[in-house]
C-alpha cells in the first residue's frame, strides 16, 4: 500500500534512474519510502511530519546532536540501501521539499544534469583513503649528552635544525609521492580539509583522500595501498581504507538544500 499523500512533507533522500522503488518499511527504520518518477528519474523519498521537519522546527532539530545522529543514520541507511542494485546521487541530510509536484519539478528541470551525473558514476563506488604518520619518540636527553659549554650546545641545535629539516622533506615527499600513485589508479580523487590539529600522541592524518573507484578496479587500489603500506611502514605510516560509501563528494549535482517555499 502506497503511503497517505495528504499530510506533511517531502524527504528526499537520493536521485537514482530506472523503475521506480516499490514502497517498503523496511528501508527507514520508522517510516515508509517511495518513489516519485518522472519519465526514467527516481527519487526515492518518505513522507515526514511538518512539524519537525518544517522550516520553523528543522534548526532546532539539527542542533540536537541525538536528533541528529539518529537522523543520519537512517538517512544513510536508505541510501546504502539503494545503492545494493543501482548508481545513486545522494542528497543532503533532510533535502525537504513540500509537496511531491516539487520533487517532480526538480527532476523534470534538471533531469540533464542528473541523467550526465548518474552515467558518470555509473559503476563506480567512493572509497575513502586516509594516510597517517605515527608521532616520533620525544623524551628528555640522558645527562651524558647534555652539552658542556655554549659553544657544544649551539652546533648541537644547529644539527638538531638541520635534521629536523631533512626529516620534513622526507615527510612531504614520502606524502606526496604516495598520494600520486593513489591517483594514478583511481578515475578520480579529491582531497578532504584536514583537522586543524591532532591530540598528543595519536597518529597524525597527513592527507585523507575521497577517491571515485570502478568496481572492478578496487583490488588494484588494495593491492597499491597495501604495498605502499608494506613499503612505508617503517617510515611510520599508516594507511587506511573504508567503503563503499554513497558518492556524496562526486554527486555536487544533487548537493543543493532545497528549502519549502
Not at 515526514?48 to 541525538?66: N, Y
Not at 597524525?204 to 597495501?226: G, I, M, N, S, Y
Amino acid at each position: 500500500m502506497m503511503p497517505r499523500r495528504d499530510a506533511g512533507v517531502i524527504y528526499t533522500y537520493c536521485i537514482t534512474e530506472g523503475e521506480p522503488i516499490a514502497a517498503a518499511d523496511g528501508l527507514h527504520p520508522s517510516r515508509s519510502v517511495y518513489s516519485l518518477v518522472c519519465e526514467d528519474l527516481v527519487a526515492v523519498v518518505s513522507r515526514v511530519p511538518e512539524e519537525e521537519f518544517g522550516d520553523e522546527s528543522l534548526p532546532a532539530h539539527l542542533a540536537d546532536a541525538c536528533w541528529l545522529e539518529s537522523e543520519a543514520r537512517a538517512h544513510e541507511q536508505v541510501i546504502e540501501k539503494v545503492m545494493e542494485s543501482r548508481t545513486v546521487l545522494p542528497m543532503r541530510l533532510c533535502t525537504i521539499f513540500r509537496t511531491g509536484a516539487k520533487v517532480r519539478e526538480l527532476l523534470r528541470t534538471r533531469q540533464h544534469e542528473f541523467r550526465r551525473a548518474l552515467a558518470r558514476l555509473r559503476g563506480k563506488e567512493e572509497w575513502e583513503v586516509r594516510l597517517y604518520l605515527a608521532p616520533s619518540g620525544t623524551g628528555s636527553q640522558p645527562a651524558a649528552t647534555i652539552a658542556s659549554s655554549g659553544k657544544e650546545y649551539l652546533l648541537r641545535k644547529r644539527d638538531e635544525t638541520l635534521r629536523g629539516e631533512e626529516e620534513s622533506c622526507r615527510i612531504a615527499r614520502e606524502a606526496q609521492e604516495s598520494f600520486e600513485a593513489l591517483a594514478g589508479c583511481v578515475a578520480e580523487v579529491q582531497l578532504k580539509p584536514l583537522p586543524a590539529q591532532s591530540l598528543p600522541g595519536d597518529l597524525q592524518l597527513v592527507w585523507d583522500a575521497v577517491c571515485l573507484v570502478p568496481k572492478p578496479d578496487f583490488h588494484a587500489l588494495r593491492q597499491r595501498v597495501e604495498g605502499l603500506g608494506n613499503q612505508l611502514a617503517g617510515n611510520g605510516w599508516r594507511f587506511q581504507v573504508t567503503g563503499p560509501w554513497p558518492p556524496y563528494h562526486f554527486a555536487a549535482e544533487a548537493h543543493e538544500h532545497v528549502s519549502l517555499p
